[in-house]
C-alpha cells in the first residue's frame, strides 16, 4: 500500500532529523562507498514509523528519536554463562571494544579482525560482504534500521572461516553506561566446507543496533547460540542476514530474557541446492516493560532445501510478543520443505501475542507448513501435577520449561543448551521469590 | 482414616447438583469399592476429594486423619496423603517422567518438612519398582505419558502411587481400558501396597477388578449417593444381576 505524501514527509522529517548531526566514519574507499550507499538507502526509505506494515505490532519511536532512552543497569548474582565452555572470548562494554578482557584473535581454522581496522585496509575481502547481505535483505522488506548499521557502524568482527574450529567465538556484550548507544556490524565468512559456531551474550548497550552477516558458502555450517537478557530497559534491534551454498547449514537460537524492547529480525537465502537453515527462539516476558518481536524472512531459491523456524514465547504480566515470519518459495525452488510454527503460551489475560505468518510459494512441489497459537496454562495438566503434590508456582515452572523445550531442542550441543536451561530456571526462579 | 459426611457438590459452571448427601468412612487398612451406573457421580467423588477446581461443595465435609481436605490446595491434600489413580492419565509433553516424579516426591517432602531425595537415591527406588510393574527405562525417560499404551498409562500411576507412598489411594476406574494381563500387573502392583496403614477407594464398573483386588466393604452409588453397602458379595449381585434389581429395591 502506497503510503500518503503526509506520512511520506512525517518519516523524511524524523529521518533527517535524526541524520542531521551525524557523521559517516571515514575509512578505505570501498568502506566510505558501502556506507555512502547505506545512507542513501536509509534516507530512501525512511526510519520505521509505526504505520509501516513491518512495524504494526512494535513502537520504533524509541529506536528513532535521537538520543537513547536511558535503561538502567540490572544486578542479580548469576554467574557466567558457559563458564565451562571453551571459548575465544570478545568483549564489548557499551559497544566499544575492550582488549583488556577479550582473548587474543588466535584460532585455528579462522581468522578475526576488528571492523575498525578492515573498514580502512584498501584491499581487504570484508569488501563483497561488508552491506551486501544486508543490501540483499531490503529486496522484500524494508530494513531502514539495518541500513542505518551499514552506514554508522565503526566496529564489529570480521571472521574469515576456513577450517573447522575447535571452539566457538563468543562475543560478550557488557552493559555499563545508562545512556550508551551502540552499533556493531559483524561480518562472517566461510569458506567451502568450514564449519564455526558463534555465541553471543549480554544486555549490549541501553539502546543496542547490532547487525551480523554470515556468508556460508558449500558444505560449511554455521552455529550460533545468543543470550539477550538481563537489563529491563534495554532496547536492541538487531538483523542477521545470511546467504546459504549447497549442502551448507545454518543453525540459530536466541533466549530473550527482559528488554523493554527487542527487535530481532533474521533475513536467510537458501541459494546452494540440499541446504539446512534452522532458526529458533524462546523468550520470556514478565511486565508491561517487556515487548519482544521475531522478524524471520526466509527465501527459498535452490531445490530440495529445508527451513525450520520455532519460536516459542511465554508471557506474562501485560508482556507482549511478537512474531512475523515468512517462507517465500521461488519458483525453481522444487523439494522444498519448510516448516514455522510460532507459539505463545500467556500466562494472564494482560500478555498478548501478535502473530504475522506467511507463505508465499511460487513452485509446485514443495512441502510447507505453518502453525500458529496461542495458548493458557493446561489446566489438566496443571491439575495432574497439583494432584502429585506439586505446588502450582512449581508446576507452572515446569510447564513453562515444558512448552519451551522445542525451542530449546533446536540447539544441538549439549553443553551450550544446559547453560540456556540454567538461565531460564534461574529466571524463573527470581520470579517465585 | 478418610471421613466423608453428607457431601453436597454441584458444578461451578451450570446448576446441577452431582453428590447429593454422601457419607462414607474409609478405615486404615481396609479396600472399599465403589461400584454404581453411569452418572452416579463416582468419579466426581475422586475429584472434589483430590481437589480438581470446576466444583462448588454446597454442603457436608470430608477429613484424612481429622485433617479437613476441602480447604486445602490439591498439592496440599497430596502431601496429607491423598493419591488419585486418574481414569484418564494426563499426557505432559516437554516434561520427562522421571522429573516429574522426583519433582512430585521432593515437593511432598518438602511440604510435610522432609528431607528432599536426592538424585542417587531416588534412582535406585524408582528403578527397582519400576521393574516390578514392567516399566522399562526407556518409559521412565519419556515425557510423561506421552505416546503411552492404555495399560502403560495405568501401569504409570501405580508407579507414582508406589512412589509418593500415600495413606489414602483413590483408584479411578484403573481397569478401563485393560486388557486381562494388563489388569493383572496392575492388580498386582497395588496389592502390594496393600498394609494395615493405607486406605483403599476403588471406583469401578465391574466386578473383575474386584477378582484382583480384593474388597472389604463394597458401596453401590447411585443418583450421587451411596445408595447400599456391603461385603464383596454385593459386587457379585452386580455382576450378575446388573445394578437394576438394587436400585429398584432401594427405590
Same mark, same amino acid.
Given at each position: 500500500m502506497a503510503q500518503s505524501s503526509k506520512m511520506l514527509q512525517i518519516k523524511q522529517d524524523v529521518t533527517e532529523a535524526f541524520l542531521a548531526d551525524r557523521a559517516l566514519p571515514k575509512g578505505a574507499a570501498w568502506a566510505n562507498d558501502a556506507r555512502a550507499d547505506a545512507l542513501a538507502r536509509v534516507r530512501e526509505m525512511g526510519l520505521p514509523h509505526g504505520r509501516d506494515e513491518y512495524w504494526k505490532f512494535t513502537k520504533p519511536d524509541s529506536l528513532v528519536q535521537l538520543d537513547a532512552p536511558k535503561a538502567a543497569l540490572f544486578h542479580n548474582d548469576e554467574g557466567p554463562l558457559w563458564a565451562d565452555v571453551d571459548s575465544l572470548k570478545i568483549v564489548f562494554v557499551d559497544g566499544v571494544f575492550d582488549a583488556d578482557a577479550s582473548d587474543v584473535f588466535a584460532l585455528e581454522g579462522l581468522k578475526i579482525e576488528r571492523l575498525a581496522d578492515v573498514a580502512d585496509k584498501d584491499i581487504h575481502w570484508a569488501k563483497d560482504l561488508y552491506g551486501v547481505l544486508e543490501t540483499r535483505g531490503q529486496d522484500a522488506v524494508q530494513r531502514p534500521l539495518a541500513a542505518l548499521n551499514t552506514a554508522f557502524a565503526t566496529d564489529g568482527v570480521v571472521i574469515h572461516v576456513t577450517g573447522k574450529t575447535r571452539k566457538p567465538v563468543n562475543l560478550v556484550y557488557l552493559h555499563k553506561s545508562e545512556t550508551s548507544d551502540a552499533t556493531l556490524h559483524h561480518c562472517i565468512k566461510l569458506e567451502e566446507g568450514a564449519e564455526m559456531t558463534l555465541l553471543e551474550t549480554g544486555p549490549a548497550a541501553a539502546r543496542f543496533n547490532k547487525s551480523l552477516e554470515v556468508e556460508v558458502a558449500d558444505r560449511a555450517k554455521f552455529h550460533h547460540v545468543r543470550v539477550q537478557g538481563r537489563d529491563h530497559e534495554r532496547r536492541a534491534v538487531t538483523g542477521i542476514f545470511t546467504r546459504l551454498g549447497t549442502e551448507s547449514a545454518f543453525k540459530s537460537f536466541t533466549l530473550t530474557m527482559n528488554g523493554v524492547l527487542t527487535r530481532n529480525e533474521c533475513v536467510i537465502e537458501l541459494t546452494g541446492d540440499d541446504a539446512i537453515a534452522h532458526v529458533a527462539g524462546a523468550c520470556v516476558g514478565d511486565g508491561k516493560d517487556f515487548h519482544h518481536d521475531d522478524t524471520v524472512f526466509i527465501t527459498h531459491d535452490a531445490v530440495n532445501c529445508e527451513s525450520r523456524q520455532v519460536f516459542k514465547k511465554v508471557l506474562r504480566n501485560g508482556a507482549t510478543g511478537v512474531f512475523q515470519g515468512k517462507i517465500l518459495v521461488k519458483k525453481d525452488a522444487q523439494k522444498t520443505d519448510g516448516y514455522q510454527i510460532s507459539q505463545s503460551l500467556l500466562l494472564d489475560d494482560d500478555s498478548q501475542f501478535l502473530a504475522k505468518p506467511e507463505l508465499e510459494i511460487y513452485a509446485d512441489d514443495v512441502i510447507c507448513s505453518h502453525g500458529s497459537t496461542t495458548g493458557a496454562i493446561d489446566e489438566d495438566a496443571m491439575f495432574y501435577l497439583q494432584s502429585r503434590g506439586v505446588p502450582k508456582a512449581e508446576a507452572t515452572d515446569l510447564l513453562v520449561l515444558a512448552f519451551l523445550a522445542e525451542a530449546l531442542e533446536e540447539i544441538e550441543d549439549e553443553t551450550l543448551a544446559e547453560g540456556i536451561l540454567e538461565r531460564l530456571e534461574g529466571w524463573l526462579a527470581r520470579r517465585a521469590r | 482414616m478418610l471421613e466423608i459426611k453428607d457431601l453436597h457438590v454441584k458444578l461451578e459452571e451450570e446448576d446441577k447438583q452431582i453428590l447429593k448427601g454422601v457419607n462414607l468412612t474409609v478405615e486404615p487398612g481396609k479396600v472399599h469399592a465403589i461400584m454404581g451406573p453411569n452418572g452416579s457421580g463416582k468419579s466426581t467423588l475422586s475429584y472434589v476429594l483430590s481437589g480438581k477446581g470446576g466444583y462448588e461443595v454446597t454442603g457436608g465435609s470430608a477429613s484424612l486423619d481429622g485433617e479437613e481436605l476441602l480447604d486445602m490446595e490439591a498439592e496440599e491434600r497430596a502431601a496429607a496423603g491423598l493419591f488419585l489413580a486418574f481414569q484418564y492419565p494426563v499426557e505432559i509433553p516437554g516434561v520427562g517422567n522421571m522429573t516429574f516424579l522426583r519433582t512430585a516426591v521432593n515437593a511432598q517432602r518438602k511440604a510435610r518438612g522432609e528431607e528432599e531425595m536426592s538424585a542417587g537415591e531416588f534412582l535406585k527406588v524408582i528403578r527397582a519398582k519400576a521393574k516390578t510393574l514392567k516399566i522399562d527405562a526407556e518409559m521412565l525417560k519419556?515425557? @510423561?505419558? @506421552?505416546?503411552?499404551?492404555g495399560g502403560e498409562k495405568k501401569r504409570n500411576e501405580i508407579l507414582q502411587m508406589a512412589m509418593l507412598e500415600p495413606k489414602m489411594c483413590i483408584l479411578d476406574e484403573t481397569d478401563s481400558g485393560l486388557d486381562v494381563d494388563a489388569m493383572k500387573l496392575v492388580s498386582e502392583g497395588v496389592n502390594a501396597l496393600r498394609d494395615e496403614g493405607r486406605g483403599f477407594l476403588v471406583i469401578t464398573h465391574y466386578q473383575r477388578l474386584l477378582d484382583h483386588i480384593k474388597p472389604d466393604v463394597v458401596h453401590i452409588m447411585a443418583d450421587g449417593r451411596i445408595v447400599k453397602t456391603g461385603g464383596p458379595e454385593l459386587a457379585l449381585e452386580v455382576e450378575n444381576n446388573g445394578y437394576a434389581d438394587i436400585l429398584a429395591e432401594v427405590a
Open positions: - | 519419556r515425557p @510423561v505419558n @506421552v505416546g503411552f499404551s
